[in-house]
């Protein structure tokens, strides 16, 4: 049997569309920005993360998500 590259190319995507285990879908989410306070060539950029969340299509854009961070580090 012969078989060509474009149809290696799509059983390869149907194995990985269809053959995929149910409980691979994200479970948790969590957004992560980068807080930088320059202070003269030094960059003092720090990492930060929201609190881990339950997955939802829902959740709001990432945009929002820092502006609620930051609020509750102001009060």
């Known amino acids: 049997i012969t078989v060509t590259l474009s149809m290696m190319i799509c059983i390869s995507i149907i194995y990985a569309l269809c053959c995929q285990k149910p409980n691979s879908a994200p479970r948790k989410a969590v957004y992560k920005f980068v ?36 609020e509750s580090e102001l009060h």
């Not at 320059?38 to 990432?62: F, H, I, K, R, Y």
């Open 35 to 70: 807080k930088c306070n320059p202070e003269g060539d030094q960059a003092n950029c720090v990492t930060q993360q929201s609190p881990s969340m339950a997955w939802s299509p829902d959740l709001p854009d990432p945009g929002r998500a820092v502006l609620d961070v930051l």
